[in-house]
């Protein structure tokens, strides 16, 4: 039977391509370009879903993550 569950995931750029986390399950990936590198997380996360334990899934899937913008001040 086929699972699923939304996780959150971070894609950010670096010199010469993409990173993609998902910080909630400290799992990270990379590509060439932000697609080929949410691809790559996606198949790393259900890797990891498929051999992880009913615990660990609810461990991961179930932690609390908040995403949001904050002010940074600097200078004078």
Known sequence: ???STH??????R???GYI???PGMDISTQGTTAEEAKQN???ALSAFMTTATPA???EFT???V???GVRVSWGG
Not at 7 to 12: G, K, R
């Open 1 to 3: 039977m086929e699972s």
């Open 7 to 12: 996780v959150v995931a971070v894609i950010s």
């Open 14 to 16: 670096e010199s010469d």
């Open 20 to 22: 993609a986390s998902c």
């Open 41 to 43: 997380l996606e198949k």
């Open 56 to 58: 660990q899934i609810a």
């Open 62 to 64: 179930g932690s609390e």
């Open 66 to 68: 908040h995403v949001t």
